[in-house]
């Protein structure tokens, strides 16, 4: 039996052969390039879009701590005219409920809860706010405490997802961004 291509009749021209491996090799290597390029930019989009997602929700806790505590202190010497009084925490609650946990959320109703308490409760003066924080000094209660504590936990559960899936493009934490 022949062993080789010549006794067989078939001859292999040797340029042919060195264009052959260098096309394959340089097809082999744009290949890679393309794959590790493509799962780069992959990786440095979803921690882009998470980094996005955190700061936007921090801009809805934000605005909604504003509201939140503004209706607390009118609340405080104040009835309410009517339901519009909270309307704006409805509606910003309501946007949680779109990209926010379930935790969030909770703690959110439960401040409008209590806004519509605060409002439903007498008149006080700010004397009165006064000689509250005085007795209760060591523990005194912060209505939005729960919220801020839900808010701080959520983002930063999606901060170390961001800095995992970064660390995990970059193959180590050190080079991770900080949100």
Known sequence: MPRNLESLGHTMDSAILSA???LLGSLVGGLSTF????FTTRSQYR???????AVGREALYAEFVAEAAGRLADAWSHEAVGP?????????VARMRLTSSRAVVNEAEAVVRNVIEAYAAPNRTFNDLRQRAQA???EFHDPLR????ACRAELLAVRDSSVASTAKRSGSRRNAPVI
């Open 20 to 22: 052959t491996s260098g």
């Open 35 to 38: 794959a590790a390029s493509w």
């Open 47 to 53: 921690a882009q879009t998470l980094v996005q997602q």
């Open 84 to 92: 519009e009084v909270v309307a704006g925490l409805w509606s910003t």
């Open 136 to 138: 209760q000094a060591r």
């Open 146 to 149: 729960e919220f801020g504590e």
